[in-house]
């Protein structure tokens, strides 16, 4: 057939002749098949041939491919991969060689069905598990070629798609080949992960959205579609789900890229559902890793584009919300952390209308809605975020966020560089507080002690008396959620008196001893931030309606009779605020404070379920809805509210009174004293400290609370006998003892701002000369030594002296001895 003299035949090798005869004369007639089936048990027989068969074959394939004998390369393939698939012994890696020159050589041509037979072959391969590893064995070309087929950009539609299928196929291949063979090329690498994945995700992106799949892998069907995007998606997915702990890294790398590349961050339609499927795919113990990832390329992609960055951040919240619990892994804190550093970013940005340390010809326009929207997306990733955290972590969290709020302190001013800061300070407490509340949100503790240690709720109820309204709207919103434990607080979004409060539907649990703890504790520091919240003149009314669902979730998830005596108590406090105006608040404020006191005290009155209570406030809420609709909740918390000028003159009958709420519930077991005493707030320095804006104010209070123990102070009154009329006189000349103090202080902080530096060295001179005689006092006392049991001993000259005990035989109580 091929020339050969019919004398010389006989002497031509075994395996060329058993080849030779494989080849029909008319390559239309196919693969004879009985000459393949002794071909095959030839190498069977004689494996060591193998590599000789494999090489012979191989050089009539690149003979046949040179001429055009495609129908002959065809044959050729097709007895390739019968021994391939027959063959498995030890002399098989020779054969590979072969073979993957073959493969090597159809790939190369440029006739599309040459290199989909030659992909099918490999393809064929790759399926085979081989008996011996191969250390020498490359795949490099493999993977530049498959990948190039995978950006087929040929004339034909058909023909294009087939192409870039059969790249696709032969990338799986590749990966099946070698992922989980240690002593293969390591196709994790950096160089072959920069072209299999683009590739993969080139093929993604050309789908066109006709009908929305689930991301599960469990939901694909097992019939492969004639379509590259979902062949591209069932690659990737597999790839992902054989990447180890140290490989992830590597295979998201070139996710980012690509998506950096083509710009695919905006619509962020893409991006995300690449995540998706790469979050699905991967095992779930390597979920943070992905998150992590991205969170350095937000960093990375700090000075880009509002939009960008917010296309990465809202990738960031879909991320954690399939991960779940443990998606952010050991490191909570600094996920959180770099979402607060690109918030404060973008705040800056906003205002400065510039990036920092951009070196271009020209200058980039920050355009302050697309940073608004980026801030909006961060919030919600933060909230994303702490929804897959456990309690304990989730508390940590909202510790973390409110220590990066701004606020004044003692030992911390705020930083006010002008208009400039105070901007910055604003919206810095704003974007923060509102990310609290994300957090905050669904969040549930059965102990409110270690939910709301000291340290947090400080610091947030200092935020609560802040001049900025919004602010103090967060805080209480804040609250509100920290103590709606059994979903109640939309029962409350606007404020009425409800006749029969039944038809609410509440969920009233009984008080546990570590909510009556909590109150113990914290109680009085709730109710003095809520009295001087009421007393703001620019309170709107969403601060009344979160402040009435504030004290109504107190009343139903943390109260018991104590803490009900007090509710009420502050409630009328609040009365007696709108009906004596001292602040000068506003009509609109008095009226509001009426109203609230009126539907708060008909909610209590029917939860405490006492008759001549209930009684007492619907007849007080009768006569105001016959003369003054105005101090009612449905007269003023409406679109147009109903005021009046004439609050001076209110009759006693349109008021609640602290006398008859005494007497009915003191009847019914409460506490009648304590319910008669009307309730006055202490002032603390942390309140005052609130509103302060200069670093001269912050020192004059640390002045102001030194002095009170200078050596003018010294002197003191002697005791006095506290009798019933002591108490009372007490109470009613309060108001008279607060002002008389409020000038002592401003003397004194006037004293310290004027008085020269002189004056005022002696004044801490003698206060430290005062300390020291007292420390001596104190040594003496405690260096003297003790009586002698039986009183003093009598000297020989008559005068007594004190019998001395040596330290180490003096017995001691046994709780002082360590």
Partial sequence: MYGVCGCCGALRPRYKRLVDNIFPEDPEDGLVKTNMEKLTFYALSAPEKLDRIGAYLSEKL???????????????????DQLLMACHCQSINLFVESFLKMVAKLLESEKPDLQILGTNS???????????????RSYDFFVSRFSEMCHSSHDDMDIRTKIRMSGIKGLQGVVRKTVNDELQANIWDPQHMDKIVPSLLFNLQHVEEAESRSPSPLQTTEKEKENPAELAERCLRELLGRA??????????PVLIHLDNHSLWEPKTFAIRCFKIIMYSIQPQHSHLVIQQLLSHLDANSKSAATVRAGIVEVLSEAAIIAASGSVGPTVLEVFNTLLRQLRLSIDYALTGSYDCIITGGTKIIKEHEERMFQEAVIKTTGSFASTLPTYQRSEVMLFIMSKVPLPSLHHPLDMAGKAGENRNRLTQIMLLKSLLQVSTGFQCSNMLTALPSSFLDRLLSAA????????????????SFIDRQGNKHKFQTISTISDISILMLKVD???RQDTVFMKKHSQQLYRHIYLTCKEENNS???YEALYALLALISIELANEEVVVDLIRLVLAMQELAQVNED?????GRCALYALGAAYLNLISQLTTVPAFVQHIHEVIDMRQKEAPYMLPEGVFAEKPRLSRNLDRLGPEILFRQSKISEVLGGSGYNSDRLSTPYIPQLTDEDRLSKRKSIGETISLQVEVESRNSPEREERAPAEEITYETLKKAIVDSVAVEEQERERRRQVVEKFQKAPFEEIAAHCGARATLLQSKLNQIFEITIRPPPSPSGTITAAYGQPQSHSIPVYEMKFPDLCVY
């Fill in 62 to 80: 690149i003979r046949d491919v040179s001429r055009h004998r495609y129908g002959y390369v065809c044959i050729a393939m097709e007895a390739l």
């Fill in 122 to 136: 490999f393809v064929k391969f790759a399926n085979i598990e081989e008996d011996t590893p191969s250390y020498h």
């Fill in 244 to 253: 180890a702990y140290g490989n992830i890294k590597n295979a998201i790398k």
């Fill in 465 to 480: 008396l802040m001049e900025d309204p919004e602010i103090r709207l967060f805080v209480l919103q804040i609250l509100i």
């Fill in 510 to 512: 009984k008080c546990s």
């Fill in 541 to 543: 009314r969403a601060h």
């Fill in 584 to 588: 000068n608040l506003p009509l609109y």
